[in-house]
């Protein structure tokens, strides 16, 4: 029991200012990263960017009409990425070949195509599907773009087509 006169000569606890300080330091970058963050990290999708699939005519008695994939500049297309290719106006879209990179060409239908990356394609590099079909056959490629679970492409063009009339070809 303290007397009435006597002084306390507890002390109570107190937060340094470098204490602070130090704390402070230590939030800002974490805050940083945080405000950072794009939304495809926050859902957990890698986000391989502004890939592109576009349609080709090809050079008559050359190279057959087709289309081409090209990854985005800082991400590569993931292997399982698949383009599938529909085709009308014409019995049967050919045979196609894969030039660029490595594919499975699956045959749904004699119009109907499905191919498949066995290897991922490289940040910026090209991967090519052509047909033996010519352009002086009338005749219309579709093809779209499906990527793998986890993966989005901000900014891609996941959809293409190339569009003979026996006389002119026209390719998106």
Known sequence: MLKKDSVSTEVEPTLERRTIMK???????????????PAAAASGDTDLGA??????????GLLGPGFTLTA???????IGTTVTI??????????FSVTGGTAN????????RQIT?????????T??????LSISV?????AVTTLPSGFVGTGGKPAASVSSTLILCSAT
């Open 138 to 142: 009338s005749f219309t490629l579709n």
């Open 117 to 125: 990356l066995t290897s991922a394609v490289p940040a910026g590099a």
């Open 72 to 78: 985005g500049p800082t991400e590569p297309l993931p």
């Open 51 to 60: 890939y592109h699939l576009n349609g080709s005519c090809g050079t008559l």
């Open 86 to 95: 529909t085709g009308s106006g014409i019995a049967n879209i050919g045979v």
């Open 23 to 37: 704390g402070a330091a230590w939030s800002i970058p974490v805050i940083a990263l945080a405000v950072a963050t």
């Open 105 to 112: 060409v699956n045959v749904l239908s004699n119009t109907s």
């Open 127 to 132: 991967i090519a599907f052509r047909t033996t």
